[in-house]
Structures are given as structure tokens and as C-alpha cells.
Nanobody
Framework: QVRLVESGGALVQPEGSLKLSCATS????????MMWSRQTPGGEREAVAT????????NYADFVKGRFTISRDNANNIVYLQMNGLKPEDTATYYC?????????WGQGTQVTVSS
């Protein structure tokens, strides 16, 4: 079955960097666009970045443009989110997401905390 496992979250100081990973299985990654989203306690889940199946096209939420980069390694079935210039307001649980045959799948999330 489709499985997504996020990792790489941590406590980091403002202006620091982290690279999140999403290991995928149960579907052919190269055939699907992928998304990273995030959610704060009591808040709604919001899209952060998307990447096309080939990686040729990416889109970012305005609040992360110029700071975050989404990428993918289809050969190894992993999707990444490089986060630079982190701000306290980036604190959230980060999830990767894929829609396969009409069903949305999410991982368990990885916690990112930005604090001094």
C-alpha cells in the first residue's frame, strides 16, 4: 500500500537550515506530483511546496519563496524539502502528500521547531 515516511525535523535556531525527507513506497514515485504541507496546533494544514512528477516544475507558497526548495529523487523514491532562513513562524509539523488513484495519502509528519 502507499506509504509516506517523513523525517529530518528538529529544533533549530532562527536563520538555521533543515532538510526534510519523505521516503515513499507502494506506488511509482516518478508518475506522481508531490506536495509538502504543514500544520500548527489548532491551525489548518497549508500547502508549502509542490513538485511535478519529473521535477521540472515547482511551486511555493509566498511565505516560503526564496527560502525553501522542494526536490525529488525518483530513482530512490524520496522527496526532499530544503529549508533555509528558518523563522519562528515556520514552526509546525510538516507532511508530504501524494494523490494516487483519487485518494490522498499523508505521512505521520515530522516536527520542525524554530526557536532560540
Amino acid at each position: 500500500q502507499v506509504r509516506l515516511v517523513e523525517s529530518g525535523g528538529a529544533l533549530v535556531q532562527p536563520e538555521g537550515s533543515l532538510k526534510l525527507s519523505c521516503a515513499t513506497s507502494g506506488f511509482t514515485l516518478r508518475g506522481y506530483a508531490m506536495m509538502w504541507s504543514r500544520q500548527t496546533p489548532g491551525g489548518e494544514r497549508e500547502a508549502v511546496a509542490t513538485i511535478s512528477s519529473t521535477g521540472d516544475s515547482t511551486n511555493y507558497a509566498d511565505f516560503v519563496k526564496g527560502r525553501f526548495t522542494i526536490s525529488r529523487d525518483n530513482a530512490n523514491n524520496i522527496v526532499y524539502l530544503q529549508m533555509n532562513g528558518l523563522k519562528p513562524e515556520d514552526t509546525a509539523t510538516y507532511y508530504c502528500n501524494v494523490r494516487v488513484r483519487g485518494t490522498n495519502y499523508w505521512g505521520q509528519g515530522t516536527q520542525v521547531t524554530v526557536s532560540s
